[in-house]
T-cell receptor
């Protein structure tokens, strides 16, 4: 079953604008990751934030994490047409020993950046 | 290309047939995951290998599904007696656990899209 929800489900913006996507999850986590998926293709890892971190930056990406609210946000600044894709947050509860770090994904936000 | 590769990229089969997919992980990664993604949904975990050992299986993995990872390198996922509900994208990911930090970035392959007629 899905861990949580991304919000909004779909977002359409003009090139150059900022895009903000939110993710909520249900259970305690170890790490939260954001992935991008172009139509019909595999997932590309964007950024990982640990449960004891509150904010992380990578290029035009800014991720925040609020574990008290069980939510995260992904901000893409100065968007480009090439950013058009679906964006997923994924959480893991961490493993112990040989335990897996299986990811639990939300349903994704479909971002359209209009040139 | 040193990323995760999957073959075939597309598979169309008739209901009742068996299909097998292959995943080649990043060479130094000892962990390998299979996920399934249906239209409009996020990927869902199916199973996980550490080296050659299959350590976890989701309830989604019915008896018709079997996965192997001989010698801890590539992995295969076989679906027997396929059903129309098996139509989905099957994604493979590999990773290497980052020691004491407990960080694990999973790198995904391009997926195999299965259509069962």
């Amino acid at each position: 079953s899905q861990q949580g929800e991304e919000d909004p489900q779909a977002l359409s913006i003009q090139e150059g604008e900022n895009a903000t996507m939110n993710c909520s999850y249900k259970t305690s986590i170890n790490n939260l990751q954001w992935y991008r998926q172009n139509s019909g293709r595999g997932l590309v890892h964007l950024i990982l934030i640990r449960s004891n971190e509150r904010e992380k930056h990578s290029g035009r990406l800014r991720v925040t994490l609020d574990t008290s609210k069980k939510s995260s946000s992904l901000l893409i600044t100065a968007s480009r047409a090439a950013d058009t894709a679906s964006y997923f947050c994924a959480t893991d509860a961490g493993g112990s020993g040989a335990g897996s770090y299986q990811l639990t994904f939300g349903k994704g936000t479909k971002l359209s950046v209009i040139p | 290309d040193t990323g995760v590769s999957q073959n075939p990229r597309h598979k169309i089969t008739k209901r009742g047939q068996n299909v097998t997919f292959r995943c080649d992980p990043i060479s130094e990664h000892n962990r390998l995951y299979w996920y399934r993604q249906t239209l409009g949904q996020g990927p869902e975990f199916l199973t996980y290998f550490q080296n050659e050992a299959q350590l976890e299986k989701s309830r989604l993995l019915s008896d018709r599904f079997s996965a192997e990872r001989p010698k801890g390198s590539f992995s295969t996922l076989e679906i027997q007696r396929t059903e129309q509900g098996d139509s989905a994208m099957y994604l493979c990911a590999s990773s290497s656990l980052q020691g004491a930090t407990g960080q694990e970035t999973q790198y995904f392959g391009p997926g195999t899209r299965l259509l069962v007629l």
